[in-house]
């Protein structure tokens, strides 16, 4: 099996080690696949829609992240029917979009905030 390195900072490992013990995790390895294997999924669930779709769109960000929030719907408000903006714990904010509209468009606005480093938590649930 090949070896890929990767660099993480100390909160991203502690949270890894927590999840090892409560989920039983055998290392830290497998945390890491499951993600991926997680990830993989969504977005070849997300490259299989097409048409017009109604979906649900969820980002979790922190405060300093709105400017960056606030471009992405601008870019994409043709698809939104209805935004909410919640602020959850701190200085952390929940976004949720209520979209109807071309699966590629929606898949783009979803790719748009996933690759935002900025952004805590992107989900997509569509119809």
């Given amino acids: 099996m090949p070896v890929v390195s990767i660099s993480l ?16 995790f055998s290392g830290r ?13 969504e977005e070849r669930q997300r490259a299989t829609l097409s048409g017009q779709i109604h979906a649900i769109l969820m980002v979790i960000h922190d405060e300093e992240s709105e400017q960056i929030v606030t471009g992405i719907k601008h870019n994409h ?29 929606i898949s783009n606005m979803t790719k748009d905030f996933k690759i935002n480093k900025k952004m805590e938590n992107v989900k997509l649930v569509s119809m």
Avoid: P, Y
């Avoid at 043709?78 to 590629?104: Q, R, W, Y």
């Fill in 9 to 24: 900072n100390e909160e991203i490992l502690s949270e890894i080690d927590k999840l090892q013990k409560t989920m039983g």
């Fill in 29 to 41: 390895s497998e945390i890491i696949r499951a993600g991926i294997r997680n990830l993989v999924s």
């Fill in 77 to 105: 408000e043709d698809l939104i029917g209805t935004h909410l903006h919640s602020k959850v714990d701190g200085n952390k904010c929940m976004e949720l979009f209520l979209l109807h509209g071309d699966a590629g468009k």
